[in-house]
DNA sequence: AAGATTGCTGACATCGTTGTCCATCGGGGA
DNA sequence: TCCCCGATGGACAACGATGTCAGCAATCTT
């Protein structure tokens, strides 16, 4: 009887015992089946991610089965090759999927039509750091641009001007978003950002190998780059080393997110913290909140952080603050 | 009726298209729960892990989810504390999940209780790089102590002797073969592995920088360190630089895995492939074909692979294979 | 042309729970 | 002592698919 499973009252504790005892004696355990079909719950939650960097994705994933672990919910995971071509396709498989909700990672959770068709099949959804339509669904917010700008400020102020920059992903309206905030640095400091400067990286360690390699092998050749995350950062300083170059001293270089890499590698990357994990646990306990009925917040805001570490120096012909 | 979803024979194409057509003028689809229910199916695989190192479970993975495109199986990841502490539990949360099957990466994948209790459950199972009971089951099997031999020989022939060994963590079987492989290569070269050499640091970052540490802070420090993971081989470089130590020349590291790091660090990392990727797409391939009654064979092997790269190099003090 | 055979379709039991409804039992108040 | 009410437990429909079975129409055989 499910009342017993279900810890309901009005049942004795000699029929409990009982109970119990034959459950176990038969070896019974419920069928999922059966509940989720009579429910209409099947404690699945899925997490959708297009291939950014590996070390993101592991803070993402670890972020939501930390907030997991008290819950009886489980993770699905869903990785989309590419959420702009195939958004359609992506809320059938998660409706296929039968999910009680999703939590959205860049850059699906900026994608107009994904989140139109999960309101439409009613399926919750929480988004990692959206940037537009704030307003759909739980989300989890920090300011890319601002971010940006702290950490191009920071090499203007070494005296850097000859900077070039590797985009990510024009998918991701992060992208757009942290260019913006370099821009605004620039504009502070009353210089120029030049847009033949500016390569894109896709994110990937490729791509900033690629992009550092455009870059370098300019004539004008810049002092300094900014990567708009670490892997393309690292992918630029293993372009540098190909070159010849000796970093930091011939090339300061600074990257974005503070993934793991950027603690590996030698000089140790300045980059820009963003909370992935915080934010991933935010998202899915709001998602959770949302599914089991409790009361909550529905947007929760974090902060990004300048770290200054060793690969960027004031460029060789230049004190600091010097032009 | 469901004869037209499932493409059976012995219906008409007017019926076809008819059902279709208020199939889709109805916005419907079909409940999984109801599916499930009666055909005591999930379509939902799990991946049992214990947090070794990140590039481990990304690679893992995405082998997992790169054999599953093609199928309709979707993957549950489910990370355990610690395999050994839970194994019971382990099992419980595999069954409360309603599983089709699970691919078992180490140390799950040695676990005996694990496996018995697997059995007893009717849970179907494939197991990575196991290194005992390797009948149990579908596994892809790998060579530790030959890959660990192989790099083991390498620093000897440059003309290592004094050898410092940071162990993986001590409940992976993979810790006890690749130790095992080192004093093979140590005996052929007629040469001693001391014990008081080995230190562990538990397949991490950290675990490998406080291992080397160790091993640095002694009088007699060694020329070179064998890591049995990259990670750990990270550290141990990261330790060395804390210690003003230029790399490779005053100590050379070796690594084992080649997982994205030993490509990102510099000097970049001597190590052994292991193809985790390639096993993750079999193992993944036989539980499927398992599942949907295909024939195939239920075990694949893999080979490792010695890859020299910058990080070892001859002693300051001796040349290749002098002593 | 009538019976046999095959093709197609609708009806219905089934899967294992949940939750509602109803019958029963026991105790306390009048 | 009788009645009423709350506590308790059993019976049963519902969830939405699947797959079997039986019935009917159309075609083929003789």
Same mark, same amino acid.
């Given at each position: 009887?499910?009342?017993?499973?279900?810890?309901?009252?009005?049942?004795?504790?000699?029929?409990?015992?009982?109970?119990?005892?034959?459950?176990?004696?038969?070896?019974?355990?419920?069928?999922?089946?059966?509940?989720?079909?009579?429910? @209409?719950?099947?404690?699945?939650?899925?997490?959708?991610?297009?291939?950014? +960097?590996?070390?993101?994705?592991?803070?993402?994933?670890?972020?939501?089965?930390?907030?997991?672990?008290?819950?009886?919910?489980?993770?699905?995971?869903?990785?989309? @090759? +590419?959420?702009?071509?195939?958004?359609?396709?992506?809320?059938?498989?998660?409706?296929?999927?039968?999910?009680?909700?999703?939590?959205?990672?860049?850059?699906?959770?900026? #994608?107009?039509?994904?989140?139109?068709?999960?309101?439409? %099949?009613?399926?919750?959804? $929480?988004?990692?750091?959206?940037?537009?339509?704030?307003?759909?669904?739980?989300?989890?917010?920090?300011?890319?641009? /601002?971010? %940006?700008?702290?950490?191009?400020?920071?090499?203007?102020?070494?005296? #850097?001007?000859?900077?070039?920059?590797?985009?990510?992903?024009?998918?991701?309206? /992060? +992208?757009?978003?942290?260019? *913006? &905030?370099?821009?605004?640095?620039?504009?502070?400091?009353?210089?120029?950002?030049?847009?033949?400067?500016?390569?894109?990286?896709?994110?990937?360690?490729?791509? &900033?190998?690629?992009?550092?390699?455009?870059?370098?092998?300019?004539?004008?050749?810049?002092?300094?780059?900014?990567?708009?995350?670490?892997?393309?950062?690292?992918?630029?300083?293993? $372009?540098?080393?190909?070159?010849?170059? *000796?970093?930091? !001293?011939?090339?300061?270089?600074?990257?974005?997110?503070?993934?793991?890499?950027?603690?590996?590698?030698?000089?140790?990357?300045?980059?820009? @913290?963003?909370?992935?994990?915080?934010?991933?646990?935010?998202?899915?306990?709001?998602?959770? $909140?949302?599914?089991?009925?409790?009361?909550?917040?529905?947007?929760? #805001?974090? !902060?990004?952080?300048?770290?200054?570490?060793?690969?960027?120096?004031?460029?060789?012909?230049?004190?600091? &603050?010097? %032009?």
């Amino acid at each position: 009887m499910s009342r017993v499973f279900n810890d309901e009252p009005h049942v004795s504790d000699a029929v409990k015992r009982r109970v119990r005892e034959a459950a176990d004696a038969l070896n019974y355990h419920p069928n999922v089946f059966a509940q989720s079909l009579v429910r @209409r719950r099947s404690h699945l939650i899925g997490l959708v991610y297009e291939k950014p +960097s590996a070390s993101y994705v592991v803070e993402l994933q670890m972020g939501v089965l930390d907030a997991l672990l008290g819950e009886r919910y489980r993770l699905i995971v869903i990785p989309v @090759r +590419s959420v702009h071509d195939n958004a359609h396709d992506v809320v059938g498989l998660l409706r296929a999927a039968a999910l009680d909700g999703v939590v959205l990672a860049p850059p699906a959770s900026d #994608h107009p039509v994904i989140l139109a068709q999960l309101a439409a %099949a009613g399926i919750r959804f $929480a988004r990692v750091a959206p940037l537009r339509q704030l307003e759909l669904g739980a989300s989890t917010i920090i300011d890319d641009v /601002a971010g %940006a700008r702290a950490v191009a400020a920071h090499l203007l102020a070494l005296g #850097h001007r000859d900077i070039g920059i590797v985009k990510g992903d024009p998918g991701h309206a /992060a +992208s757009d978003a942290r260019l *913006s &905030g370099y821009g605004q640095a620039f504009r502070a400091a009353g210089c120029e950002m030049r847009l033949d400067w500016i390569e894109t990286g896709n994110f990937t360690l490729e791509g &900033g190998t690629e992009a550092g390699a455009r870059l370098l092998d300019r004539a004008d050749r810049p002092t300094a780059i900014l990567a708009q995350n670490d892997e393309m950062a690292v992918g630029v300083m293993m $372009a540098a080393r190909e070159r010849g170059l *000796s970093l930091p !001293d011939d090339l300061s270089v600074a990257g974005f997110d503070d993934s793991e890499v950027s603690r590996i590698v030698w000089p140790r990357l300045t980059t820009v @913290r963003q909370p992935v994990f915080d934010m991933a646990v935010a998202a899915t306990e709001m998602l959770v $909140a949302e599914l089991e009925g409790r009361p909550g917040a529905r947007h929760s #805001h974090h !902060d990004n952080q300048l770290l200054i570490r060793d690969s960027t120096v004031a460029p060789r012909s230049a004190g600091p &603050g010097g %032009a």
